[in-house]
């Protein structure tokens, strides 16, 4: 009977792998169309051409502006893209698991608010670009740092706190950002604050592509190595404690991870909303509520989603439109659905 | 096996003890029932016992050892804890269910393996949960679910169960399952500390009843020590009958509204 039973089990494990497979293949794609599309198209032979003479000797068939179209516009902003799509959604996924609740995602900590009000003040303070990035970063971590203090004034319900904290602290940081942004010059300084919090792609430069390439997979890595013990804590801290689940430890390298991949991606390329709701959603759809299998699908599908998000920014119209405004676009009614399948199953 | 508590106190608020000088000792293959009005204590000695909460003084030891100062983990390998009602976050199998009573003897970077695979597969087994090995929990009815936390607690290897009113959400005939299921594991040798508010229940299947009133223990002894009209109407306060019908204990509320 054992047997049986394993035989089973694997072919589950079998059917998610497959998954798993379409989902990098479907990775692949979208990471070589996202290269080829966009107002200056460049076909798939040359392409591969132009990328592959970087690695072998290929007689150059194209011209200089080709190569700089591939290597110094597209690339960098490809893969950006990857990994804040990778690092949002993995953020949203770990955030639903600590708190026990599908419907939150990553501004539940206050991070992106905070992360937002470090860059416009920055901008205000006419700040440079560098020092900006990392007004971010901090604004981020100082929301989640005063969220947890919060927090820890109600222990005997530390989940509730820490969602009631984050969105105190995050009403807090729009009412703050709303004040930035009265004060700010109306000729120059508004405008530039506005589409820098609007959630674009556009102005990301390689040092915030080095950022996220090192945060996110670092976070991403750390949070692998944990995955059975984040699927225990979905039960709640009175069952994961009593299956011997540090509770603290786990919610702690949770939470700071999924922070980290936050402000980073809020820092390099404004508010992108709703990728870390809508991704997890449709990963636990395809391969179940296992960290084991969502982690790497997530990564997978939320890096796809936001190349393919981007690509269509830059090609849809003449003049781009700013990512945020999509994913808001896709992201919104999808919650809505969301929303109206819960209460059907209630 | 044993499991000694002494003198343990805890208080929420640093003025009123709801746990007040506890002291109990209990060995393998008991089957103890926990009795007390709501607010008792029942479910404050649990969360101490979990190291949910933080005992104010006293101790508490399984075989000699200090089980207060243990690792959570450490816990987990001796007490085991069965929820009234289990709500996860998001639905898993019975398979990946049974399969988190092995996290214990994991550690915090790694996933079950093999080994703890056969653990979860025997567990099903024993209470027959096979068939349902890839069904998700919540398609399952109440006294299935029930089961699934029983096969779930028994893969986590330890000797000591905690029950958390197993019968309150079930019908009855699942109620007298469970109840059969544990007495079943106390021959075992496994030990069982249950809380229930059904007295009759308590009366006829324990081997033995802890009464905590007030954050104190008012009584501990057997079924037929404690089954007495006028101490169980002292308890209660209200009128209570107890007999004995055909081995079996009723009580009949003398005071109706």
């Known amino acids: ?346 | 096996m044993t499991l000694d508590i002494r003198s343990l106190t805890f208080s929420y608020d640093g003025k009123r003890n709801v746990l007040d000088d506890i002291s109990l000792s209990f060995e393998e293959g008991q089957f103890v029932v926990l009795l007390g009005r709501n607010g008792a204590g029942k479910t404050t000695l649990f969360r101490n016992l979990l190291g949910l909460l933080k005992a104010d003084g006293g101790s508490v030891h399984v075989d000699g050892r200090d089980f207060l100062s243990m690792s959570v983990r450490e816990r987990a390998g001796y007490m085991a804890y069965i929820p009234q009602e289990s709500h996860p976050g998001f639905s898993y199998s019975v398979i990946t269910s049974v399969l988190m009573g092995t996290t214990s003897s994991l550690s915090t970077l790694s996933c079950p393996g093999k080994k703890e695979m056969d653990r979860a597969y025997a567990a099903l087994e024993r209470f027959g949960l096979v068939p349902f090995a890839h069904r998700m929990v919540d398609s399952l009815s109440g006294g299935e679910r029930q089961l699934v936390l029983c096969a779930r607690a028994i893969a986590q290897g330890s000797r000591i169960l905690l029950f958390d009113e197993p019968t309150s959400s079930l019908d009855w005939a699942n109620q007298i399952r469970t109840l059969d299921t544990i007495r079943s594991l106390t021959r075992e040798g496994y030990l069982a500390i249950v809380s229930t508010h059904n007295l009759e229940q308590a009366l006829n299947w324990a081997t033995r009843l802890v009464l905590l009133k007030g954050g104190r223990v008012h009584a501990d002894g057997t079924s037929s020590e404690l089954a007495c009209s006028c101490f169980l109407s002292s308890f209660y306060d209200m009128d209570i009958r107890v007999e004995k019908l055909e081995g079996h204990y009723v009580c009949i509320p003398q005071e109706t509204v």
Request: hydrophobic share 50%; aromatic share 8%.
């Open chain 1, 1 to 346: 009977m054992t047997t049986r039973i394993g035989a089973k089990t694997k072919e589950q494990d079998r059917k998610a792998d497959v998954v798993l497979l379409l989902l990098l293949v479907a990775f692949v794609a979208a990471f070589f169309v996202s290269f080829a599309l966009g107002r200056y198209p460049i076909g798939p032979t040359t392409l591969v051409k132009v990328l592959a003479s970087r690695i072998f000797d290929i007689e150059r068939t194209w011209t200089a502006q080709v190569e700089t179209v591939v290597f110094n516009i597209r690339l960098p902003r490809v893969l950006i893209g990857a990994f804040i799509g990778a690092g949002l959604s993995l953020s949203g996924l770990v955030y639903q698991g600590v708190f026990r609740n599908p419907m939150v995602s990553p501004d539940v900590l206050g991070s992106t608010s905070g992360a937002g009000v470090g860059s416009a003040l920055g901008i205000l303070l006419g700040m440079g670009y560098l020092a900006i990035s990392a007004m971010s970063f901090l604004g981020g971590l100082a929301a989640v740092v005063l969220v947890v203090m919060v927090a820890r004034r109600v222990p005997s319900q530390p989940v509730l706190g820490l969602v009631l904290a984050g969105i105190m602290i995050s009403s807090l940081f729009s009412s703050t950002l709303s004040f930035i942004k009265l004060v700010a010059d109306t000729d120059d300084v508004l405008p530039q604050i506005t589409y820098y919090l609007i959630g674009s792609l556009t102005s990301t430069r390689t040092s915030d592509l080095v950022g996220c390439a090192v945060i996110i997979s670092a976070s991403s890595i750390v949070l692998y190595m944990i995955r059975w013990q984040l699927n225990v804590m979905t039960l709640g801290e009175e069952e994961a404690t009593s299956l011997g689940v540090d509770t603290r430890l786990i919610r702690g390298i949770a939470i700071v991870g999924a922070t980290l991949m936050t402000a980073v991606s809020t820092a390099a390329a404004g508010m992108i909303g709703w990728v870390g709701l809508v991704i997890p959603h449709l990963v636990r759809m395809l391969v179940g509520a296992d960290y084991r299998h969502t982690i790497p699908a997530c990564l997978f599908l939320g890096s796809t989603f936001l190349m393919v998000v981007d690509t269509v920014s830059r090609t849809i119209t003449t003049s781009e439109i700013p990512i945020g405004i999509l994913t808001s676009f896709i992201g919104a009614p999808f919650f809505l659905y969301l929303i109206i399948r819960e209460g059907r199953r209630t």
